[in-house]
């Protein structure tokens, strides 16, 4: 080991992230965005273990075998079903889980690819996504800086939303599809 210590962050003369194109002023809101879906998938992982009545040992090694969100999203939703007694939080649960899967995908689609080299400006950035399904794709897309920062505060607003919802999940028994206890 030579004892050199790295930056964890450091910032080119062009204000670009050195070693990448991305434009520093994105950074912070871009990190925002992945802590507050990671944060997303745990409260999914978590609901999946509550609905299993699993412990965290458990629970742990069946979502941690599937690491795509959208099917830890439904086998959460297909759980919830069988456990949410009533349909109007059922309905909640879907609502905010299917807009959690709309901001993975932007997620998804601002962190994977190439940012393009010579950006138009701090607020305004490009990168090229590309794909072979299929068939070879390249698409170019233009990021702005309030974009981003607004899907940074649309996975905070779902983050608080889920965290809710486990939190009354909790709080009640599961009962049957007739509203009655379910022996234990």
Do not use: C, G, P
């Given at each position: 080991m030579s004892g050199t210590i790295y930056p964890i962050v450091d910032f080119s003369a062009n204000g670009e992230i050195v070693t990448t194109l991305v434009p520093s002023s994105f950074a912070r809101p871009i990190g925002i965005l992945c802590i507050y879906c990671g944060h997303i998938e745990s409260v999914v992982d978590a609901l999946i273990w509550h609905f299993l009545k699993a412990d965290r040992d458990t629970g742990e090694a069946?979502?941690?075998?599937?690491t795509n969100f959208m099917r830890k999203k439904e086998l959460m939703l297909r759980l919830a079903?069988?456990?949410v007694p009533k349909r109007d939080m059922l309905e909640n649960l879907k609502r905010?889980?299917?807009?959690?899967?709309?901001l993975?995908?932007?997620r998804n689609n601002l962190v994977h690819g190439m940012w393009e080299v010579g950006h138009v400006s701090k607020s305004v950035a490009g990168k090229f996504r590309y794909s072979a399904k299929g068939q070879q794709k390249r698409k170019?897309?233009?990021?702005t800086l309030e974009k981003i920062n607004n899907l940074a505060a649309i996975a905070l607003n779902i983050h608080c939303d889920l965290l809710n919802i486990r939190q009354i999940c909790t709080d009640f028994q599961s009962v049957d599809q007739d509203g009655e206890q379910l022996q234990e």
């Open positions: 069946i979502t941690s075998v599937q079903e069988l456990h905010v889980a299917n807009k959690a899967d709309d993975f995908l932007q170019y897309e233009s990021y």
